[in-house]
T-cell receptor
Framework: GEDVEQSLFLSVREGDSSVINCTYTDSSSTYLYWYKQEPGAGLQLLTYIFSNMDMKQDQRLTVLLNKKDKHLSLRIADTQTGDSAIYFCAESPPMNRDDKIIFGKGTRLHILP | NAGVTQTPKFRVLKTGQSMTLLCAQDMNHEYMYWYRQDPGMGLRLIHYSVGEGTTAKGEVPDGYNVSRLKKQNFLLGLESAAPSQTSVYFC???????????FGPGTRLTVL
């Protein structure tokens, strides 16, 4: 079955790098996503990676995909207090299957001063 | 563009009462979704719709009904609310051509 696993909490000092990890089960997933949820708000797409890519970089964000191990990570460089949020990893099956996106339970990132 | 909006933002119900949550999007998206978010559970899909007039069950559909009479609106109904339905409900939409889901701000529902 489809499942996405990620740790629930991560604490990082301001200015350090944050690395949030995720594992997924569906090897046929075509897209893998990172969504961010700030307090009291809905989810917002942060970045995504297509399954034929190993890495994607977007300013302070770096996404690494190890398709063999079904492991996805999100690295946030120079973590700021505004990065404090819940980060959701998600996967989506190929377009010719269900249109659902499977979300992990979310990792709460806490920034230490 | 307002994006995805949800009405109401907060609601308190008594067990057995009914209510309808409204989701509206102005992006002409074909797909719309209703999720619930509970502590430690992440987001769970309740129902979704791939177009006007069509709906499908998600992961946790029991106790909920939905309707998509107009492309821009997706309604979630609770016929007889139960305390287990206390949650934050999120609506999302996306276009057929994209995989990005756009989320509304959420509705916090408490069932006493």
């Amino acid at each position: 079955g489809e499942d996405v696993e990620q740790s629930l909490f991560l604490s990082v000092r301001e200015g350090d790098s944050s690395v949030i990890n995720c594992t997924y089960t569906d090897s046929s997933s075509t897209y893998l996503y990172w969504y961010k949820q700030e307090p009291g708000a809905g989810l917002q797409l942060l970045t995504y990676i297509f399954s034929n890519m190993d890495m994607k970089q977007d300013q302070r964000l770096t996404v690494l995909l190890n398709k063999k191990d079904k492991h996805l990570s999100l690295r946030i460089a120079d973590t700021q207090t505004g990065d404090s949020a819940i980060y959701f990893c998600a996967e989506s099956p190929p377009m010719n299957r269900d249109d659902k996106i499977i979300f992990g339970k979310g990792t709460r990132l806490h920034i230490l001063p | 563009n307002a994006g995805v909006t949800q009405t109401p933002k907060f609601r308190v119900l008594k067990t057995g009462q009914s209510m309808t949550l409204l989701c509206a999007q102005d992006m002409n998206h074909e797909y719309m979704y209703w999720y619930r978010q509970d502590p430690g559970m992440g987001l769970r899909l309740i129902h979704y719709s791939v177009g006007e007039g069509t709906t499908a069950k998600g992961e946790v559909p029991d106790g909920y009904n939905v309707s998509r009479l107009k492309k821009q609106n997706f309604l979630l109904g609770l016929e007889s609310a139960a305390p287990s339905q206390t949650s934050v409900y999120f609506c999302a939409s996306r276009s057929r051509a994209s995989r990005e889901q756009f989320f509304g701000p959420g509705t916090r529902l408490t069932v006493l």
